[in-house]
């Protein structure tokens, strides 16, 4: 399977809002309601904000959220703030193996 | 809480093996799957391997396979990863990870270098 594509930079000012895609296959985030975004800042572990497309666990601003159109994920940034710019990885569920997109850099201007 | 601890990373040379060791606890360990994900220097996240919640399904990216294994020792609650063969292009950062439908909840990561 091929790694989910992902757009390698995106960028807006404070309290802007910015969307990141990520596109797979019916087999894997059109196929299924299980697509994770994770944020992960320079030295550190990834850290999961967004899963099963639009669910933030405890503890992440409401700011993020999630969707999905067919086989295209997003997640979409709101009111950006300086401590955002990280870089951010999707997964989906694809059965037994695991699936990421490439990454891309958020850049808070 | 999801707590995940890696440990036995460092620096080996071509052709060398080692053993990662993740030491997981704050959820059921047996009822969940768990995985190896790399990330080279500078480079994305790219998953290595799963296993299945009662060992009997391991699955592998290609570039690995053969060389690498996954186990877990469901009694002290932890998943290993023995990495044989190893080349300069394993060099990376190894994540433990508790999978849940293609979530992945991360550990803090070991450095395995591969260099002579």
């Known amino acids: 399977q091929s790694a989910l594509t992902q757009p390698p930079s995106a960028s807006g000012s404070p309290g802007q809002s910015v969307t990141i895609s990520c596109t797979g296959t019916?087999?894997?985030?059109?196929?299924?309601?299980?697509v994770s975004w994770y944020q992960q800042h320079p030295g550190k572990a990834p850290k999961v904000m967004i899963y099963e497309v639009n669910k933030r666990p405890s503890g992440v601003p409401d700011r993020f959220s999630g969707s999905k159109s067919g086989n295209t994920a997003s997640l979409t940034v709101s009111g950006l703030q300086p401590e955002d710019e990280a870089d951010y990885y999707c997964?989906?569920?694809?059965?037994?193996?695991?699936?990421f997109g490439g990454g891309t850099k958020l850049t808070v201007l | 809480e999801v707590q995940l601890v890696e440990s036995g990373g460092g620096l080996v040379q071509p052709g060398g093996s080692l053993r990662l060791s993740c030491a997981a606890s704050g959820f059921n360990f047996r009822i969940y799957w768990m995985s190896w994900v790399r990330q080279a220097p500078g480079k994305g996240l790219e998953w290595v391997a799963n296993?299945?919640?009662?060992?009997?399904?391991?699955f592998y990216v290609d570039s690995v396979k053969g060389r690498f294994t996954i186990s877990r020792d469901d009694a002290k609650s932890s998943v290993s990863l023995q990495m044989n063969s190893l080349r300069a292009e394993d060099t990376a950062i190894y994540y433990c990870a508790q999978v849940t439908w293609g979530r992945f909840d991360w550990g803090q990561g070991t450095l395995v270098t591969v260099s002579s």
């Open positions: 019916s087999s894997d985030v059109g196929g299924y309601n299980h």
């Open positions: 997964s989906s569920y694809a059965g037994t193996n695991g699936l």
């Open positions: 296993i299945n919640e009662d060992g009997s399904g391991r």
